[in-house]
Nanobody, 120 residues
Framework: QVQLVESGGGLVQPGGSLRLSCAAS????????MGWYRQAPGKRRELVAQ???????NYGDSVKGRFTVSRDNAKATVYLQMNSLNAADTAVYYC??????????????WGQGTRVTVSS
């Protein structure tokens, strides 16, 4: 069974930093694109950051320049380093995994999420 388990969430002050982790099992981790999404109360789930199997990254406009996504294939883990946090970053953060063949996305697995609260 595929499992994605997020960790590292919690309460942090504005301007602070936090690092999230997502440990994957049940997939060949190295061939999957890994991503982070977040959902705040009353809002649609949005892309935060993504890293492909080849190491390419992309970020949502709201976090670009502040967040960094990375992966460790040996540990089957993807990370999200979050800096300069503000109240708008408060959300539940979800880990995602998918792969593509012939331009068709396969997988689309999700973790249960980890909550990040930015407040003084």
């Amino acid at each position: 069974q595929v499992q994605l388990v997020e960790s590292g969430g919690g309460l942090v002050q504005p301007g602070g930093s936090l690092r999230l982790s997502c440990a994957a099992s049940g997939i060949i981790f190295s061939i999957y694109t890994m991503g982070w999404y977040r959902q705040a109360p009353g809002k649609r789930r949005e892309l935060v950051a993504q890293v492909t199997s080849g190491g390419s990254t992309n970020y949502g406009d709201s976090v670009k320049g502040r967040f960094t996504v990375s992966r460790d294939n040996a540990k089957a883990t993807v990370y999200l380093q979050m800096n300069s946090l503000n109240a708008a970053d408060t959300a539940v953060y979800y880990c995602n995994a998918f792969r593509t063949i012939d331009s068709v996305q396969l997988g689309g697995f999700w973790g249960q999420g980890t909550r990040v609260t930015v407040s003084s």
